[in-house]
């Protein structure tokens, strides 16, 4: 491309350099041969008012040593007759008496044309025409041709030959960085990063690579690690519950000991859960979360989520602390706000180690309503704060000692977002505190809901 715009460019630049050369020599001729046609007319007025034919045709004669270019040279009377010629040996030019009627310069394909007035105080006594040959502008043309020529053939060699240099170089870094991705395909190691010193567009093409690359390594790693975890985490409610029901079994005559099916039972329910949360994400992804909006109370909710999880969380106390104001109505999916709530306040049990209290409390604003969950536990650390609602998520301290794949609260940000509400956390001295707002039931939340819902858009 840029030996093409090149030599494009060359052309241009040489043809408007040629044309400018042509039109300044014309320019030149002109005003030398109308200065010569001046003097021929001011040496010839005697000659004619005297009707000396023979010493017109003497000034013409001598125009062969002044100006060999001319071909021909008339001096015409007042009539428009011819009074005297000059007819350069050899021959040439036209006879053009009878077609001159005004001082004027023309050219034709080869001569140039100079006819001029010959004054006497102010009266047209006569006129003087020049025929000159154009030779000396063809052979500027031919040379001026020539050079573009050989000086376009020249560029474009040049052009070429440093195209040709510099092309294996291109080429070279282009090959690598393809041949890199075929053996990543078929290899499936993606650990080659190239190494390139370049500031060109290829550089910069193999650093979007490199960066894809370590992208396709994390996303890997990550997903082996989930695999992990999620193996582990099925395994172990799994192994648990198959225990209990094998101690059942064992004890067949007897009446079946109900701590056995209730620890069977928990065990079943965290399988559940993981499942459900694994398969939350899927749906979230592929973006087929359905809401099942209706008007409910949310304290109600709260009321009775909290006394559902305290009968199963027996070590710490869940304290919900009293609103002075009456039922809230709230416009959303119930069951997906209390899927918000088990898993808000089961996170404030299981990162509380030290059987501490979680405090449930309650805010109303103009337009929304604001749940706390204030916990005692381990906290979380600053740095982590932000990243703990992305999938997968686990901070590092909690993520070694507490069960769990980091998919609850991604799933709880997804869900209250549908519902155009908002889920974030503070630090506490000891703990932390989750909050979650929702907006009260009006007119234009329910619709905006109602319309997310149906377009199926992601809010
Ligand atoms: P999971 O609990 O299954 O790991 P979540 O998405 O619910 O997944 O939580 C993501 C991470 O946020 C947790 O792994 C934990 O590190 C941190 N976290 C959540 N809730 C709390 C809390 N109440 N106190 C301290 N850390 C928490």
């Known amino acids: 491309m840029q030996v093409f715009t090149s030599i494009i460019v060359l052309v241009i630049f040489f043809l408007a350099y040629i044309i400018s050369d042509i039109r300044d020599y014309k320019y030149r001729k002109i005003k030398s041969m109308t200065g010569l046609s001046h003097v021929i007319g001011a040496n010839s007025i005697s000659t004619l008012l005297f009707q000396d034919n023979e010493s017109a045709a003497e000034i013409l004669s001598e125009l062969k040593d002044v100006a060999p270019e001319i071909v021909r040279a008339d001096i015409f009377d007042d009539s428009g007759k011819v009074f005297a010629s000059y007819i350069r040996s050899g021959g040439g030019g036209v006879n053009i008496s009878g077609q001159i009627s005004k001082a004027e310069t023309h050219f034709s ?11 006497n105080n102010d009266e047209l006594i006569g006129k003087v025409s020049l025929q000159v040959e154009l030779s000396e502008l063809m052979a500027i043309k031919k040379s001026k041709f020539d050079l573009g020529v050989v000086l376009l053939l020249a560029a474009i060699c040049i052009s070429f030959l440093i195209g040709f240099l510099v092309q294996p170089y291109i080429s070279k870094r282009l090959l690598n960085l393809v041949n890199t991705i075929k053996s990543a ?5 993606y650990y080659i990063p190239i190494t390139d010193n370049g500031k060109d567009e290829i550089s910069t093409l193999i650093t979007a690579f490199n960066q894809l690359m370590q992208q396709v ?58 499942i459900r949360d694994l398969l939350d994400v899927s749906k979230i992804q592929s973006g087929q979360l359905q809401l099942n909006i209706k008007e409910f109370d949310i304290d109600e909710l709260i009321a009775e989520t ?41 996170n404030a049990v299981k990162y509380s180690p030290a059987d501490n209290p979680v405090i449930i409390s309650t805010q109303k604003t103009d337009l929304d309503f ?45 869900i209250l977002q549908r519902h155009h509400g908002r889920i974030w956390v503070e630090r506490e001295d000891v703990g ?15 619709k905006k809901i109602m319309q997310s819902e149906q377009t199926g858009i992601n809010i």
């Open 370 to 414: 604001i749940v706390r969950i204030r916990d005692f536990g381990i906290g979380i650390p600053e740095d982590e704060i932000n990243e703990i609602f992305e999938r997968f998520y686990r901070t590092k301290d909690s993520s070694v000692h507490i069960a769990g794949l980091g998919l609850g609260l991604y799933i709880c940000r997804d």
């Open 306 to 346: 909290v006394s559902s999880i305290q009968m199963v969380s027996l070590t710490h106390e869940l304290i919900k602390e009293k609103n002075n104001y009456g039922p809230q109505l709230i416009t959303g999916d119930k069951q997906k706000i209390e899927q918000v709530l088990v898993n808000l306040l089961s």
């Open 109 to 119: 394909d080869s001569l140039l044309f100079v006819i001029d007035d010959i004054m």
């Open 185 to 189: 395909r078929k290899t499936e190691n």
């Open 217 to 274: 390594i994390e996303n890997q790693q990550k997903k082996d690690e989930f695999i992990g975890i999620a193996s582990h985490e099925l395994k172990t409610p799994l192994t648990s519950i198959k225990g209990y029901l094998d101690l059942l079994n064992v004890m067949e005559d007897r009446e079946p000991n109900r701590q056995c099916v209730e620890k069977a039972l928990e065990s079943a329910r965290k399988l559940e859960k993981l």
């Open 432 to 446: 932390s505190s989750f909050y979650f707002s929702l907006p009260l039931k009006d007119e234009q939340a329910t």
